[in-house]
C-alpha cells in the first residue's frame, strides 16, 4: 500500500498593523511618561510648597531646586514660575540668616530689611519675626545701631519689624543718631532725631534727643561751611532766673533758628515780604521792617545757627555767652556778595 500524506491545515496568514497604528501606540506611551513625569513635579512641587508655608526652607529650596533642575529660562508654566518666585524668597531670607550664623548682627537686619521690603506679603515673613526678636534680645543695641542699619530705620519701623517696639524703639532711635554722630553723619543722625520726636511725643528720653538735635543742626551747618555770626550786644535787662533773645528777619526768606545750650530751642520766623537782598554791602542798621521773636532761654553759653529756607545764602553759625537777667537783640538780612 502506498501512504497518501495528510493534507496540511492551511498556514494563517499574519495580520499586520497600519502604520499609523504604530504612531498611535508611541505616542500613547509618551503621553503615560509625560503624565508620569507630571505627577511626579506636582508631588514634588506640593512638598516644596508645603515646607516653604512652614518656613522651612531648607527642604523647601531641596525640592524646588529639584524641580527646576533642566528646566530652560523660557518654561513659563504656572507651576516653574511660582517655584522661581518662592526659591527666590528663600534665598533672599537664607542672605540673612547666613549673616545672623557669621555673628554680623547689623548685617543680618539689613538683609531682613531688605527682604520685608521685597517681600512684604511673604509667609517667610515670620521666620524674619523671630530673627529680629533673637537678634534683639541677644545683641547690644549700640552695636545692632550701624549706619547701615540706622539708614534704613523708617523701613523697620515701617514694617514693623523692631519687637516691642514701644520698648526697644526709642533706644534704638537714639543709638542710631549717636552712632551716625560719631561717624559725623550729621545729616542723617539730624533724621534720625526729627523721626523720633514725631514717632515719640513726650517721651522720657525726649530732652535727651532735643539737645542731641540741635548738637548734631549745629555741627551739620559748620561741616557745610557756615560764616560766622557774632554774638549780639546786650540790649536791656529781662530780670533774673532768664535771659531773653530777640531776632527780627530782615530777609524774603523763613528763617530757622537753632539754639544749642542748656535750653535747646528750635524756632521759625516768618518772612518779610517788603525786604530785600543787599548787594555788595549791609545797611548800616537794622532797616526794622521784619518780623520779630522773642525768645526766653535758661542763661548759658550756646551754639546758634541761623540759616534761611528756600535760599542758597549758608547758614550761620556763633557761640554766645548768654547772661542772667539780660536782654539781646539781633538783626539778620541777606547780603550778596558782587561778582568780581
Given amino acids: 500500500m502506498t501512504a497518501v500524506p495528510s493534507p496540511q491545515p492551511p498556514t494563517p496568514k499574519r495580520r499586520s498593523f497600519p502604520w499609523w497604528a504604530y504612531i498611535l501606540l508611541f505616542l500613547g506611551g509618551c503621553t503615560g511618561f509625560g503624565m508620569l513625569l507630571n505627577a511626579q ?8 510648597l508645603k515646607a516653604y508655608q512652614a518656613g522651612d526652607c531648607e527642604t523647601a529650596l531641596k525640592e524646588f531646586n529639584q524641580l527646576l533642575k533642566g528646566k530652560s529660562a523660557g518654561n513659563k508654566s504656572d507651576r516653574v514660575t511660582s517655584a522661581r518666585a518662592k526659591k527666590a524668597e528663600c534665598d533672599a531670607l537664607g542672605l540673612g540668616e547666613v549673616q545672623q550664623k557669621a555673628g ?14 521685597s517681600y512684604p506679603s511673604s509667609p517667610l515673613r515670620g521666620k524674619v519675626q523671630q530673627s529680629m526678636t533673637e537678634l534683639f534680645q541677644k545683641g547690644d543695641l549700640k552695636k545692632l545701631a550701624q549706619p547701615g542699619v540706622c539708614n534704613k530705620l523708617k523701613v523697620l519701623i515701617d514694617q514693623k519689624l523692631v519687637p516691642d517696639p514701644q520698648k526697644n524703639g526709642p533706644p534704638f532711635y ?20 526729627e523721626m523720633f520726636l514725631a514717632q515719640y511725643p513726650k517721651h522720657a528720653l525726649e530732652p535727651q534727643i532735643k539737645a542731641a538735635l540741635a548738637r548734631s543742626l549745629v555741627a551739620e551747618a559748620r561741616a557745610a561751611g557756615a560764616g560766622n555770626i557774632p554774638a549780639p550786644g546786650v540790649s ?16 524774603p526768606n523763613k528763617l530757622r533758628i537753632v539754639f544749642s545750650g542748656p535750653q535747646p530751642r528750635f524756632e521759625e520766623l516768618a518772612p518779610c515780604p517788603n525786604c530785600v537782598k543787599f548787594k555788595g554791602r549791609g ?40 547772661g542772667d537777667g539780660s536782654e539781646y537783640n539781633s538783626c539778620f538780612f541777606i547780603v550778596q556778595r558782587s561778582s568780581s
Fill in 41 to 48: 513635579e506636582e508631588q514634588q512641587y506640593d512638598k516644596a
Fill in 104 to 117: 554680623k548682627p547689623d548685617q543680618a537686619i539689613v538683609r531682613y530689611t531688605n527682604f520685608a521690603a
Fill in 174 to 193: 537714639q543709638a542710631c543718631g549717636q552712632q551716625l554722630e560719631a561717624k559725623k553723619q550729621y545729616t542723617d543722625a539730624v533724621k534720625i532725631y
Fill in 236 to 251: 536791656g535787662y529781662s530780670g533774673s532766673g532768664a535771659t531773653t533773645v530777640v531776632i527780627q528777619n530782615e530777609t
Fill in 283 to 322: 545797611p548800616s542798621g537794622c532797616p526794622n521792617k521784619g518780623p520779630v521773636g522773642t525768645y526766653t532761654l535758661k542763661p548759658g553759653n550756646y551754639d546758634v545757627v541761623v540759616k534761611t529756607e528756600g535760599g542758597n545764602a549758608l547758614p550761620f553759625t556763633g557761640k554766645w555767652a548768654l
